[in-house]
Nanobody
């Protein structure tokens, strides 16, 4: 049973930082690319960042490039999203996603709120 559990969200002032974690289980994490998505109120879910299985490749949305860093520790079955220089427009529920057996699995998300 695939499980993804996000944590690390919260309230932070504009310009601040947060580190999100996503703990994975139920599949071979080290063989799977992982992604972070976010969904702001009234908006569609969007890709924030992705990382290949061996961390050799990363990709970022233009809106977060240079501010966010995705990383993973395969020995801990965990993927991270370091978010720096946060802006009010980064406020959203952040989700991690894992592809497995031709399906996409999602966590329940963690809320990030950025105050002015």
């Amino acid at each position: 049973q695939v499980q993804l559990v996000e944590s690390g969200g919260g309230l932070v002032q504009s310009g601040g930082s947060l580190r999100l974690s996503c703990a994975a289980s139920g599949f071979t994490f080290s063989r799977s690319a992982m992604s972070w998505y976010r969904q702001a109120p009234g908006k569609e879910r969007e890709l924030v960042a992705s990382i290949s299985s061996a961390s050799s490749s990363t990709n970022y949305a233009a809106s977060v490039k240079g501010r966010f860093t995705i990383s993973r520790v395969n020995a801990k079955n965990t993927v991270y999203l370091q978010m720096n220089s946060l802006k009010p427009e980064d406020k959203a529920v952040y989700y991690c996603k894992a592809p497995y057996n031709r399906m996409d699995y999602w966590g329940k998300g963690t809320l990030v709120t950025v105050s002015e």
